[in-house]
């Protein structure tokens, strides 16, 4: 008895669809240089912003240099105190305007000029931080607004604008792996509703394609910075890539990618390895495909269909001997977990006439048993 199963696909939840912006986006920075009377650089020196609409303080100290610089300055008018390291009053300045971006406010007390100073290397240093993180801050904007749309358009079934906003999209921001996934799952999804085959398979290389570069990224990202492994969006790309590769007929690769994918994220292994033993069912791998399902019931013994699954390719293994057939052992019991789990499941009563093809009893979880 053969049968077609359908393999899980996975979305990755990051804050729906959105790429997470950075703290400069609606804030500006200020930095500048403190000298004395003799245009000596004041150390240590605090200079405080004050807003004069809520408040709100942002104190700063300079360096060795006289240098000071602060991010995340909310835009508005200020009234700013330098005061030196022991406390005595420095200078005042009323009203300076922060606007997004950078602000430069110099304290000169010999030439009073509030000319801006040549920046130290660690002042331009941050300077250059700040000036990428706005920049950066505007991609994800860019991005942000395509993967939106992008997102409709899929729901819409319009799948050729989704894949035309999401190759915007990964051109504006290429280093954004979720914007590769989104653009495999496009070219995956339109790849079902071709019927040209050669355009069927074009779009299911894309899929594999734009996937694999999601994984190349996520992993890069994680060897940088453990803390951004992110296990459960690197699984699903996996996963994905695997369903793509599956659709290509590339069995073997996508059964890699469904082991990657266990591997990535052993709390859910348990749907990975049911994947995995689907596409090999597909594939006529019966005895892998059993040793698939074996490994998803292991990860998750609850999985009913599992033993359905791993029942279904026994049977395929069951030989004749005269007029009865004759199943390899552990098929009726695998027919028999699965009633047990799911008495009244989609696959109850195919499980029930497989146990009697193989003269075995249907066994329920109260310990009856019925011929």
């Known amino acids: 008895m053969k049968q077609r199963l359908v393999v899980g696909l996975l979305s990755v939840l990051i804050a729906g669809l959105t790429l997470p912006a950075m703290m400069a986006q609606m804030t500006g920075s200020v930095g500048g240089v403190c000298k004395d009377e ?120 319009d799948y050729d604008t989704a894949i035309a906003q999401l190759t915007e999209a990964s051109q504006i921001g290429p280093n954004y792996d979720l914007v590769w996934f989104n653009l495999g799952n496009a070219y995956r999804d339109s790849a079902a509703k071709q019927t040209d085959s050669a355009e069927k398979s074009k779009r299911l290389s894309s899929a594999v394609d734009d996937y694999q570069k999601a994984v190349d990224i996520r992993e890069k990202a994680a060897q940088t910075d453990p803390k951004a492994a992110q296990p459960q969006n690197l699984a699903a790309y996996y996963n994905n890539l695997g369903a793509a590769e599956a659709a290509a007929g590339k069995t073997d690769d996508a059964a890699k990618a469904y082991t990657a994918a266990a591997a990535a994220n052993p709390t859910a292994a348990g749907q990975y390895y049911y994947n995995l033993g689907a596409i090999l069912t597909n594939a006529g791998k019966v005895d892998d495909a059993i040793a698939a399902f074996d490994k ?76």
């Open 296 to 371: 998803c019931i292991a990860a998750d013994p609850t999985k009913a269909d599992a033993y359905y699954q791993k029942g279904v390719n026994l049977l395929a293994k069951a030989t004749l001997q005269g007029s009865k057939m004759v199943a390899p052992p552990g098929t009726a019991e695998a027919f028999n977990k699965y009633l047990e789990l799911q008495p009244t499941g989609q696959y109850a009563d195919p499980a029930k006439q497989m146990l009697a093809s193989i003269g075995a009893s249907v066994e329920t979880g109260f310990g009856k048993k019925k011929k």
């Open 38 to 157: 003799s245009g000596n650089p004041i150390v240590g020196a605090t200079v405080e912003f004050s807003n004069t609409a809520n408040g709100r303080k942002y104190p700063v100290k300079t360096n060795k240099k006289g240098e000071y610089y602060s991010l995340g300055i909310e835009p508005g008018s200020y009234n700013v105190l330098i005061t030196s390291a022991d406390g005595k009053v420095i200078d005042k300045i009323s009203n300076f305007r922060v606007v997004l971006g950078e602000n430069t406010l110099n304290s000169d007390l010999k030439e009073r000029s509030g000319g801006a100073a040549p920046p130290s290397a660690e002042m331009q240093k941050m300077q250059e931080e700040h000036t990428k993180a706005v920049k950066e801050n505007d991609v994800i904007k860019i991005v942000n607004q395509k993967l939106a749309s992008s997102s409709q358009a899929s729901k819409a079934g």
